[in-house]
């Protein structure tokens, strides 16, 4: 079996505030009951990952370590097949975070949604 070379890299991150308020300003949106994920097209060759998992929707820090980390290997392993996009992922308030099956559903929904509509352009 060949392992797939997925990983995140600083190039792979939104670092800047200027490059969140980019995303920010028109985004394309995508939503359910456990995330919001914004996204816009960068003109780079792969995607970008930004987090905004807020203390006001998971209180506990181990929480939204918790979740980021999920997040991060979620997109690591989807990244090839996201192409050249900028992402913002938001926690949603009353997030089921025991549910970790739940929330990897919920991910692979939002790649899989950011993939259909990045082909359509």
Request: aromatic letters at 6%.
């Amino acid at each position: 079996m060949t392992a797939v070379k997925a990983r995140f890299p600083r190039s792979s991150r939104l670092l800047k505030p200027a490059e969140f308020s980019r995303v920010f300003e028109r985004p394309g949106k995508s939503v359910d009951n456990c995330f919001t994920v914004f996204y816009r097209s960068n003109d780079l060759e792969g995607p970008r990952l930004g987090l905004a998992i807020s203390k006001k929707n998971v209180r506990r820090a181990v929480d939204r370590n918790l979740i980021k980390r999920l997040i991060r290997e979620s997109f690591r392993i989807r990244q090839p097949q996201l192409g050249g996009l900028d992402i913002i992922v938001m926690a949603r308030r009353n997030l089921p975070i025991g549910d970790r099956s739940a929330l990897r559903d919920s991910l692979d929904k939002h790649w899989s949604n950011l993939v259909k509509r990045n082909k359509k352009r």
